[in-house]
């Protein structure tokens, strides 16, 4: 085991949006990728989300949205882990997102942004990457 | 007959077959459906063995219904061309709306937003970011009637896309209907009301099953009896099949909610007969072309068997599987978008050969956003070129007697069948989606068809294979719902509140509270008494949530 934990994933769906079909794939991929992941089913409150991503000592939280309130809910997603300190949490995001608007997630703390096409195999490495560890070490 | 082809193909596979075979083999060592579902090389008449035209096909307008549900189909009326709309304020979608009705629209379609699918007004915490957003916000049957502006619902039929509050949904369209002066008997037009759906794939429920079963079954009632005209229930594979699933399991699943939806109805004492025939359908067209079109006809012969033999209904216009179709929003990509116009023209046309009496073209943006003005006049303008220019509408189910499309219409029907057998063993599809059974079979199906994608075994043009740079669409020319709408809608929500007489609402929701908790009672008048006083539909469905309780869905993943 090398002493290193597997990285650990929060993939969680805010606000009322109901499709949860890629953040299923994303998290059955990462698990399968060795990376240990909750889901917290639809319907999370931001202020939910951020007490599971403490309570489960996350690395990374993904989150997911297609109902076009990312630019809200990802960003309250955002300041309700840093109120908790959890400043060093990895925060991705996948959904129906137009272009011009990664710009501002980015600026708020989402680190990427998958779209549709995105691979699992792409966000694999992209959060290995980051974390800094290999999965399923 | 058979002898003689049995060896004439013997004889072309040992020849000419052979031959081809050994000098260049083919693409791949097998073919399957997107489904899974085995392809021969070649259909002949050794592929249906005991075909029999008229116990399998029939004719049209007559059992099983294969080839259609009328005599003349298309010749007679085309279909109805219903694009899916709704954003922002209820003016702004009654702007989209008269502007479909004049680029050639024939029916309307509206979606809701997501806090309105879930029984919020506009102000209520859990609604914030997404007022507006995935379509037009109602609070009350102040923006229903903002909604049909200057649109008679005498003249008009109008499918609504909601489940979990339907009933309260449509008791406000009829209580808009009557300050029009419309009579309820006069409206035509369609609530999804598919709660089962809901809890598989789409999850805009509120209350538990069994509550929301008597919802379901409270509309069937009212309708019977005071909307002749109205289809009380669109029992939708289409979200399933987005959420995941193959052909068969979409057929296999809305069947099976189809039959616990027939079953509730018959526990709470109505005839099978008094709402069979009002009962609808809603599929996805997905890319495989002959699959679909294989699924379509098999899911007509399906379900009138199933109500003809299974529940005994004797008027034909039980038996009838009619159907609204939309284009497979799944299948659009975000790469080269444009691209996306090919894919919806595929999908309608097999939405068209399998019979569909309604149809949603999707828009080549939506993997983006909501659809401008202008992909959405291509997508309806789609729809036209198929009417009106292909000749693909003007004889009656073409693909009938095609080896390959009736063999692949046998195969979906005998899988379909069997799932069917594994849910009535459950103790029937309420039942099976409370152990998570549905919601299981499409997570798997959803992930294999990641990985095939992934593998490059399944072909997606433009994500996986014939990429671009700079290939991403959007920026620009999307459609974007004004932040404003929230805090107008919250304004309007508040202004209502000071001006209708809140006595009035009071005591209407009161006695709704009373008959919610009597199991037997009608909710459809408590509730139309409540919104013609302008009680909001939050008001509404937190008196229901009180009684009913909310769903809790199972942990999993």
Not at chain 1, 21 to 36: N, Q, S, T
Not at chain 2, 353 to 368: F, I, M, V, Y
Request: proline residues 4%.
């Amino acid at each position: 085991m090398g002493g290193k934990r597997p990285i650990r994933v929060l993939i969680a769906k805010p606000g009322l949006d109901g499709h949860d079909r890629g953040a299923r794939v994303v998290a059955r991929g990462l698990r399968d990728a060795g990376m240990e992941v909750i889901y917290t089913g639809i319907r999370q409150t931001p202020d939910r989300i951020a007490q599971a991503a403490l309570q489960e000592d996350v690395d990374v939280v993904g989150l997911s949205s297609l109902s076009g309130a990312h630019g809200h809910l990802f960003t309250r997603v955002v300041t309700a882990l840093r109120e908790r300190g959890l400043d060093r949490v990895l925060v991705v995001a996948g959904g129906i997102i137009p272009g011009e608007d990664h710009g501002s997630l980015r600026e708020a703390g989402i680190e990427a942004v998958f779209t549709p096409g995105a691979t699992i195999r792409e966000i694999v490495a992209f959060i290995a990457e980051r974390v800094g560890r290999e999965s399923g070490e | 007959m058979d002898d003689a082809l049995c060896q004439a193909k013997r004889a072309w596979e040992e020849g000419e077959l052979a031959k081809t075979l050994a000098r260049a083999g083919e693409g791949k060592e097998q073919y399957q459906t997107a489904s899974g579902l085995t392809l021969e090389r070649l259909c002949t008449p050794l592929d249906l063995p005991g075909f029999s035209y008229v116990d399998e096909l029939g004719f049209p307008g007559q059992f099983p219904f294969t080839r259609g549900i009328q005599p003349t189909m298309y010749r007679g009326r085309t279909w109805t061309m219903r694009q899916y709309a709704g954003f922002g304020s209820a003016e702004e979608t009654n702007r989209r709306f008269r502007y479909l009705l004049e680029q050639g629209q024939t029916g309307l379609s509206v979606a809701f937003d997501l806090p309105t699918q879930v029984g919020y007004d506009s102000d209520h915490s859990l609604a914030e970011g997404e007022v507006g957003k995935v379509g037009v916000a109602i609070d009350s049957v102040d923006d229903m009637a903002a909604l049909f502006e200057g649109i008679p619902l005498d003249k008009v039929s109008t499918s609504m896309t909601i489940n979990a509050p339907a009933l309260v949904v449509l008791a406000m369209y009829v209580a808009v209907a009557e300050r029009q002066g419309v009579p309820a008997a006069k409206l035509s037009g369609t609530v999804q009301n598919d709660i089962l759906k809901e809890y598989v794939a789409r999850g805009t429920y509120i209350f538990p099953p069994r509550p929301s079963m008597r919802l379901v079954t409270d509309v069937f009632h009212y309708c019977s009896e005071n909307l002749p005209e109205w289809n009380t229930i669109s029992i939708s594979g289409y979200h399933m099949r987005e959420a995941g699933s193959t052909a068969v399991q979409e057929v296999a699943f809305t069947l099976a909610n189809g039959i616990a939806y027939v079953d509730a109805a018959r526990q709470a004492g109505l005839d099978v007969d008094s709402f069979g025939p009002r009962l609808s359908f809603f599929f996805n067209a997905h890319s495989d072309f002959f699959e679909e079109v294989a699924k379509f006809r098999a899911a007509r012969r399906l379900w009138a068997k199933i109500m003809r033999d299974r529940f005994g209904a004797r008027n034909p216009r039980s038996w009838m599987l009619r159907f609204h179709t939309q284009t497979a929003g799944s299948t659009l990509t975000a790469q080269q978008p444009d691209n996306n116009v090919v894919r919806v023209t595929l999908q309608a046309l097999a939405a068209v050969l399998g019979g569909t009496q309604s149809l949603h073209t999707n828009s080549r943006d939506e993997a983006l956003a909501l659809p401008t003005e202008d992909s959405v006049r291509i997508a309806l303008r789609t729809q036209q070129i198929l009417a009106l220019e292909s000749g693909v509408a003007d004889s009656i189910d073409p693909l009938g007697g095609s080896y390959l499309v009736e063999s692949l219409t046998r195969k979906v029907e005998q899988e379909a069948l069997a799932y069917l057998e594994r849910i009535d063993a459950l103790g029937g599809a309420v039942a099976a989606i409370e152990r998570g059974f549905p919601q299981d079979e499409i997570h798997r199906s959803a992930y294999r068809a990641q990985i095939e994608l992934e593998r490059g075994e399944r072909k997606v043009v433009g994500v996986n294979c014939f990429r671009t740079a700079g290939d991403e669409g959007g920026g620009e020319d999307l459609l974007r719902v004004d932040p404003a709408v929230e805090r107008r809608q919250r304004e309007r929500l508040a202004a209502l509140r000071r001006e209708r007489d809140g006595q009035a609402v009071a005591e209407a929701l009161a006695v709704l509270g009373r008959v919610a908790r009597d199991p037997g009672a009608g909710l459809f008048g408590p509730v139309l008494a409540a919104v013609r006083h302008r009680a909001t539909l939050g008001e509404v469905c937190g008196v229901l949530r009180d009684v009913f309780g909310e769903f809790e869905p199972p942990s999993d993943v």
